[in-house]
Every structure is written in C-alpha cells, then in structure tokens.
C-alpha cells in the first residue's frame, strides 16, 4: 500500500459524458500528478500539482483540467469524453516539487467510455 | 516530446535465470526512477537514482545510473516467478518537473 487513495476504482459511463476522478496523496506529500495509461501502454504524463498550484504541464487535453484543494486532495475532470478516453488514471504524489523525487502511485481508475 | 528508449520491449526466461533491462534518453536526466507494474496495479517504486554511476541493490535488483546521465540499468538476478510484471524506467530532466515514463518491458517467468 503506497498511501495514495483514488476513487472510485471502476467507472464506467457513455461518450459526452463527464467525469471526476479523486486522488488523495500520501500523508505530507504536497506534490499530486496524473497519469493516464491506455491498454498495453505506457504511462503518458498529464499534469503536476505542488501545494494547489499548477507545476508542470504534459499532454493533457483541454477536455481534461484537475485542481488541488488546500487539503492537498486532487481532482482530474474529463469532459466530453470519447471512447479513446478509455484507460487507467493514475495519480501519484512526492513530497517535493523537484529532484530529487520518489513518486507513489495509487491503485488507479479504470476508466471505460461506451 | 521527450522520448526514453526502454528495451527490451519483452522477455521470456526461465526460473533462476538472471534479467537484464535498460533505458536510454537523447537528454541528460538527473533521476533515474524504476517501477514494478501489476495488472491492474499502480506502478510500485523499486529503486531511486539521483547521481552519475550511482549503484544501488535492492535485494535481487540492482540498478545504475549511468555516467553519461542519459542511462539506466535494471538487473534481476535469479528470477522468481512472481518478478512477472512490466517494468518501467521513469526519467526527470534537471530544471523540470515532470518525468518521461519508458514504454516498459514485460518480464515472464517460467518456473
């Protein structure tokens, strides 16, 4: 168990629809990140947030934005969604901001779009 | 974008046998980061390398940073059945937040 919680585990909705994803890092981690894993794919960097501000930018859609709360839990928001918007959301989190830096992931979200 | 080389893409070996994974970057990076991935799994964190030939073992694995700051290794030795999972190389260029995943290399075992 890395610390790191999201939910829900599983959701499945149809395509035009939007959904809220929630991660909650590890205790004292002030750094939350998003990931988005396609079948048999890689992990693909979405975003970074440190203390609830944006950091740092990968290849997320604009369909897609997140935030950090002051509680330092996260929310990753995707809009209408498309059924290539299937896959598993990670989110991790690290203490810090830059290196050095150990990321811990959570159990991840399935995302399924029909 | 930023693109780590991670090869090889799949292995098939067989109980005992010793592994051997690495990853390559056209950019100098200044962590190294190794993951375990199980179906349906968050990746786990193996091992963490922040400086030029840093060597560092955790129980069977071990993993080096290497000197040009554009490589990593990964070895495995006397593999077990349950080492079975994808395996990913995680990069951070200096000045930069984010990290640049490998595309993995999936790790079978036969016992």
């Known amino acids: 168990d890395s610390g790191v919680t999201q939910t829900p585990k599983h959701l499945i909705t149809a395509t035009g629809q939007r959904v809220t994803l929630r991660c909650s890092p590890r205790s004292g981690d002030l750094s939350v990140y998003w990931y988005q894993q396609s079948l048999d794919q890689g992990l693909q960097f979405l975003i970074q947030?440190?203390?609830?501000?944006?950091?740092a930018k990968g290849n997320i859609l604009e369909r897609f934005s997140a935030q950090q709360f002051p509680d330092l839990h996260s929310e990753l928001n995707l809009s209408s969604l498309e059924l290539g918007d299937s896959a598993l959301y990670f989110c991790?989190?690290?203490?810090?901001?830059?290196?050095?830096?150990?990321?811990?992931f959570g159990p991840g979200t399935r995302l399924t779009v029909l | 974008g930023q693109q780590l080389n991670q090869s090889p893409q799949s292995m098939f070996i067989q109980e005992g046998e010793d592994v051997s994974m690495n990853c390559t970057s056209s950019?100098?990076?200044?962590?190294w980061l190794w993951y375990k991935q199980d179906p349906g799994e968050g990746p786990v964190l193996l091992i963490a390398?922040?400086?030029?030939?840093e060597l560092t073992s955790n129980g069977r694995l071990t993993a080096q940073f290497g000197i040009t700051r554009k490589d990593s290794f990964l070895n495995i030795s006397a593999s077990i059945p349950s080492d079975v999972g994808i395996y990913f190389c995680a990069g951070q260029q200096p000045n930069f937040n984010k990290f640049y995943f490998g595309s993995g290399t999936k790790l079978n075992v036969k016992p």
């Open positions: 950019s100098i990076f200044n962590t």
């Open positions: 991790a989190s690290s203490v810090g901001s830059g290196a050095p830096n150990e990321q811990f």
């Open positions: 390398l922040y400086k030029a030939g």
């Open positions: 947030y440190y203390n609830g501000e944006e950091r």
